[in-house]
């Protein structure tokens, strides 16, 4: 019998639950000094484990800061079962807090029609041209009239976010971007959204450490790069949808 590479599972937190909990009111003091500072500040939450957290903790533990303070997602058309399973359950979970952008649906066919179902398989151009249409701009709509923008990024999730602020100036949307999670690590989200009994997606039970679309996301293998499974024909390890690009640390 062949031993199969066991799956990527999301990692046990090795320390306290005090930390978790200092890191919690931490966490929780920058979202309200976010809402505080901000008329419209708004998290884009791709519903990952960084996000449910957030979401959770903007829904339940803000009071009237959350006034200033709102959610949205992308629907991409092209989700997991589970991933949109996970949506269903949020507008149960944190009512009327989230909103859903989809992209123009005429520009997806029309790119459809010019390049195939599967395009974004044949070359890095046309790939980013999808991500172009069904992730760029829903997300630049999805931000208009915000003057900030909040993300659960982190320092450890890739190469290029290593240098990641925890406060970055959106210099084409000339507005500020939050990272709150910058400093936390994997284990440590975990620990959070377990001890908050946060709903995450089931993918992440499957190998899955980083969600994307269904085309362009498969699981991994324990050890390997969490964000390897995403466009995982590709050679580059930048690999980016062009939803973040490169920080640029706040003045
Ligand atoms: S992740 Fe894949 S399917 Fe989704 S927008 Fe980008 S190229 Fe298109």
Known sequence: MIDLPALWRPPEYPGAPAEIERKLDVLTSRLIAVARNHRDARLASSLSVEDMLLTDIIFNDLG?????LSVFTLETGLLHRETRELLEESAGRYPGLMTVYEPDREKVAAYVTANGVHAFYDSLELRHGCCALRKVEPLNRALQGADAWITGQRRQQASTRIALPLVEDDRARNIRKYNPLADWSEAEVWAAAKTRNVPVNTLYHK???SIGCEPCTIAVKAGEDIRSGRWWWEQSNR???????PPAPAD
Not at 64 to 68: G, H
Not at 239 to 245: A, F, N, S
């Open 64 to 68: 009237r800061a959350r006034e200033t």
């Open 207 to 209: 190998g899955y450490p």
């Open 239 to 245: 690999r980016e949808c062009g939803l973040h690009v």
